[in-house]
């Protein structure tokens, strides 16, 4: 069966540490990838996608993500935290030919200390 | 609306009864996806429909978990003879199209099951 892991389930930085937030997947098929964030008290929110191109995606709010296919992998990644960026980050992959349906990794939960 | 929308928030049930869940998902997006999310976990896929016409339940755990959209707009998740394990977020989701384009969550409603 198809699975995503998240390799940390709580991160606690300083800000203006940088950041990098672990996801692989074991589908071996063209995956679409996903991370979507959660700041406390809201809704599931897209943060950034790769569909195709330039492995390298740029999201919002000063995130990055890279795309290694030979690693099945797709961190998550930002130069400088701020306090802000307390949430918790679910990286997620769909099949390209399925319904779409959307696999979830764990989630992490990140604490920026001000 | 601006967004996806959830009803209700919050629910608490006893053992045994039956509740309905209700999806509002943006004006016009053709797919609409059911994700149940259990305490420190990520979600999970329950049923996904394009339209009026469910295209795959198998995410639904058993047969008391029923899901219909017959006018290819609102969603209702009916969870009948509720148990206890069926504690958890139930979140909905819906997407423009039906190629793996961004999905856009709602809240989610949190139902306890006593």
């Known amino acids: 069966a198809q699975s995503v892991s998240q390799h940390n389930h709580h991160v606690i930085l300083s800000e203006a540490a940088s950041l990098e937030l672990g996801c692989n997947y074991s589908y071996g098929g063209t995956v679409n990838l996903f991370w979507y964030v959660q700041y406390p008290g809201q809704h599931l929110q897209l943060l950034l996608k790769?569909?195709?191109?330039d492995p390298l995606v740029k999201g919002i709010k000063g995130f990055e993500a890279e795309f290694i296919k030979s690693k099945f992998s797709f961190n998550l990644r930002k130069p400088s935290v701020q306090w802000s960026d307390t949430a918790e980050y679910f990286c997620?992959?769909?099949?390209?030919?399925?319904?779409?349906?959307?696999?979830w990794g764990a989630g992490t939960k990140l604490i920026i200390k001000p | 609306g601006a967004g996806v929308s959830q009803s209700p928030r919050y629910k608490v049930a006893k053992r045994g009864q039956d509740v309905a869940l209700r999806c509002d998902p943006i004006s016009g997006h053709v797919s609409l996806f059911w994700y149940q999310q259990a305490l420190g976990q990520g979600p999970e896929f329950l049923t996904y429909?394009?339209?009026?016409?469910?295209?795959?339940k198998s995410g639904l755990p058993s047969d008391r978990f029923f899901a219909e959209r017959p006018e290819g707009s609102v969603s209702t998740l009916k969870i009948q003879r509720t148990q206890q394990e069926d504690s958890a977020v139930y979140l909905c989701?819906?997407?423009?199209?039906?190629?793996?384009?961004?999905?856009?969550f709602g809240p989610g409603t949190r139902l306890t099951v006593l």
């Open positions: 989701a819906s997407s423009l199209g039906y190629r793996g384009d961004e999905q856009f």
């Open positions: 997620a992959v769909n099949k390209i030919g399925s319904n779409y349906q959307l696999i």
């Open positions: 790769y569909f195709s191109g």
């Open positions: 429909f394009q339209n009026e016409a469910q295209l795959d």
